[in-house]
């Protein structure tokens, strides 16, 4: 029989654009410390698994998960590098629950863009070494042709795509983490300046520093630790095509890959109706419309109209994005995934503040790794 698994803990540090005055190893340990407490463990001792979920390429340094067991009380434990996003080390810490041999598993993911003095970069190494990177293409043209791409096959406008911005830097103004509140106008958006075209650079998501811890346990230990377990109903990830000429462009394949396999598991045939709460990519604001699409969330095309007519709004039928997303908290990088959790875990407790969304029972958080890839994870939650 297949175990229950559940959140029991979960904590933050950062959240702000700049942190010199701390290491990310300080901001791994803050939010640990955090986690540990609201789930009353000692990682010493109760915990059987550490997954760190980084990017080597980030980090400066090759094997990153060698610096993470101080900060995490991890020495001489168990410890494992996941390459993605912060769902995909959430996926692998309900496996290891699941085969029996763990019990309590802690998942870290953590950023420090600030760090990085050529972030894009940084990036272009992860595109092809032989077609792509020899062509000098900054990665953000890539969201640029998606964009477009979307936009000409759905039938929905840059004023659209204007709309998510402008909802979710307002939605940021409830959300006190956030460093990217606003009170914008569609034609704020569609003046900024341009970035790679259609994309303005009030589209584009702006990088915090900023770590996130998540305790994992299976059921009877979770039953044990809390009396508000937020049990993972359904857990999925997938991978389009690397390669530019062969992936969908118009459509996020991996979401709506990661998206079944995780309602498949949760025994969830109508999410549109289901689901009470979702946090999903805004990387770049169109990627929030092609989420919701490829999630089943609503019918293709139909994104930008829903967002325009307040249907995700706080107040609206199916609120998208109540955090603010990354458009009005801060992309985190690889933590980005594990920030969507936060949010879902606040709302399905009623520790959302200002922005708690009445009612919820059940939640979505999905996660993409990000430019260049085609590849993102999907998680259900439920109180």
Same mark, same amino acid.
């Given at each position: 029989?297949?175990?229950?698994?559940?959140?029991?803990?979960?904590?933050?540090?950062?959240?702000?654009?700049?942190?010199?005055?701390?290491?990310?190893?300080?901001?791994?340990?803050?939010?640990?410390?955090?986690?540990?407490?609201?789930?009353?463990?000692?990682?010493?001792?109760?915990?059987?698994?550490?997954?760190?979920?980084?990017?080597?390429?980030?980090?400066?340094?090759?094997?990153?998960?060698?610096?993470?067991?101080?900060?995490?009380?991890?020495?001489?434990?168990?410890?494992?590098?996941?390459?993605?996003?912060?769902?995909?080390? !959430?996926?692998?810490?309900?496996?290891?629950?699941?085969?029996?041999?763990?019990?309590?598993?802690?998942?870290?993911?953590?950023?420090?863009?600030?760090?990085?003095?050529?972030?894009?970069?940084?990036?272009?190494?992860?595109?092809?070494?032989?077609?792509?990177?020899?062509?000098?293409?900054?990665?953000?043209?890539?969201?640029?042709?998606?964009?477009?791409?979307?936009?000409?096959?759905?039938?929905?406008?840059?004023?659209?795509?204007?709309?998510?911005?402008?909802?979710?830097?307002?939605?940021?103004?409830?959300?006190?983490?956030?460093?990217?509140?606003?009170?914008?106008?569609?034609?704020?958006?569609?003046?900024?300046?341009?970035?790679?075209?259609?994309?303005?650079?009030?589209?584009?998501?702006?990088?915090?520093?900023?770590?996130?811890?998540?305790?994992?346990?299976?059921?009877?230990?979770?039953?044990?630790?809390?009396?508000?377990?937020?049990?993972?109903?359904?857990?999925?990830?997938?991978?389009?095509?690397?390669? !530019?000429?062969?992936?969908?462009?118009?459509?996020?394949?991996?979401?709506?890959?990661?998206?079944?396999?995780?309602?498949?598991?949760?025994?969830?045939?109508?999410?549109?109706?289901?689901?009470?709460?979702?946090?999903?990519?805004?990387?770049?604001?169109?990627?929030? !419309?092609?989420?919701?699409?490829?999630?089943?969330?609503?019918?293709?095309?139909?994104?930008?109209?829903?967002?325009?007519?307040?249907?995700?709004?706080?107040?609206?039928?199916?609120?998208?994005?109540?955090?603010?997303?990354?458009?009005?908290?801060?992309?985190?990088?690889?933590?980005?995934?594990?920030?969507?959790?936060?949010?879902?875990?606040?709302?399905?407790?009623?520790?959302?503040?200002?922005?708690?969304?009445?009612?919820?029972?059940?939640?979505?958080?999905?996660?993409?790794?990000? !430019?260049?890839?085609?590849?993102?994870?999907?998680?259900?939650?439920?109180?």
């Amino acid at each position: 029989m297949k175990r229950e698994v559940a959140i029991v803990g979960i904590g933050y540090a950062g959240f702000r654009p700049l942190t010199p005055d701390l290491s990310y190893k300080e901001l791994v340990f803050e939010a640990a410390t955090r986690a540990y407490a609201e789930a009353g463990i000692n990682p010493r001792t109760d915990v059987d698994s550490f997954i760190s979920v980084a990017e080597d390429l980030h980090e400066g340094t090759s094997i990153t998960d060698e610096y993470v067991p101080d900060q995490l009380g991890a020495v001489q434990k168990p410890v494992q590098t996941v390459a993605g996003d912060g769902i995909h080390g !959430l996926a692998m810490a309900y496996m290891q629950i699941c085969t029996g041999q763990f019990d309590i598993v802690v998942v870290e993911s953590h950023a420090k863009a600030s760090n990085i003095l050529h972030l894009g970069h940084v990036t272009a190494m992860a595109m092809d070494p032989v077609y792509t990177r020899p062509l000098g293409v900054h990665p953000l043209a890539l969201a640029g042709m998606e964009m477009r791409r979307y936009l000409d096959e759905s039938g929905l406008t840059h004023e659209h795509c204007a709309q998510v911005v402008v909802k979710n830097r307002a939605h940021a103004l409830s959300n006190p983490l956030a460093s990217y509140p606003a009170v914008l106008e569609v034609e704020d958006v569609l003046n900024a300046p341009p970035v790679a075209e259609p994309l303005t650079q009030l589209e584009v998501s702006q990088h915090v520093d900023g770590a996130i811890v998540v305790v994992m346990a299976a059921g009877d230990v979770a039953r044990a630790l809390t009396d508000m377990p937020i049990w993972v109903l359904g857990i999925g990830f997938a991978n389009d095509a690397f390669a !530019l000429d062969s992936r969908s462009w118009a459509q996020a394949e991996y979401a709506r890959l990661a998206g079944q396999m995780a309602y498949r598991m949760a025994g969830i045939r109508n999410p549109r109706a289901t689901i009470d709460v979702a946090e999903i990519d805004d990387t770049f604001a169109y990627k929030e !419309l092609q989420h919701m699409e490829a999630l089943g969330l609503c019918a293709p095309g139909e994104a930008g109209y829903l967002v325009a007519e307040g249907y995700t709004s706080l107040e609206g039928e199916l609120p998208v994005n109540p955090s603010g997303g990354s458009l009005g908290v801060g992309h985190l990088l690889d933590a980005s995934g594990l920030a969507r959790v936060l949010e879902i875990v606040w709302q399905l407790r009623g520790d959302a503040g200002q922005r708690q969304i009445p009612d919820v029972e059940v939640g979505l958080a999905f996660g993409w790794r990000g !430019l260049p890839t085609t590849s993102g994870a999907a998680i259900i939650l439920a109180n």
